[in-house]
């Protein structure tokens, strides 16, 4: 099994950067499709990136791509969500989560963070 604990949430600007981290536990960490989802206030959990076990791969959702970029170091059973040029909407609870699954209907995970908020003021 994988824990996954977040850091690096916090109030922003719009138009500013923030970088998320998640730190995983166990030595299983490199073989685990990582992402990241959101939730925020009065919607559904969304998916927003994930990146594959040697990070040579990653996906984003519409939403965030070409601001959001996410990243891993698997030396340091960590991966990373530098957020860019943020906007209000992007206020949420952000989760870290492992063993991530795409389709084309739905995305899931194995395992999930606690989350972390960001909050950008509008």
């Known amino acids: 099994q994988v824990q996954l604990v977040e850091s690096g949430g916090g109030k922003v600007q719009a138009g500013g950067s923030l970088r998320l981290s998640c730190a995983a536990s166990g030595r299983t960490f490199s073989s685990y499709v990582m992402g990241w989802f959101r939730q925020a206030p009065g919607k559904e959990r969304e998916f927003i990136t994930d990146i594959s076990a040697s990070g040579d791969s990653t996906a984003y959702a519409d939403s965030v791509k070409g601001r959001f970029t996410i990243s891993r170091d698997n030396a340091k059973n960590t991966v990373y969500l530098q957020m860019n040029s943020l906007k209000p909407e992007d206020t949420a609870v952000y989760y870290c989560?492992?063993?991530?699954?795409?389709?084309?209907?739905?995305?899931?995970?194995?395992?999930w963070g606690k989350g972390t908020l960001v909050t950008v003021p509008s």
């Open positions: 989560a492992a063993g991530v699954v795409t389709t084309t209907s739905e995305s899931s995970a194995k395992y």
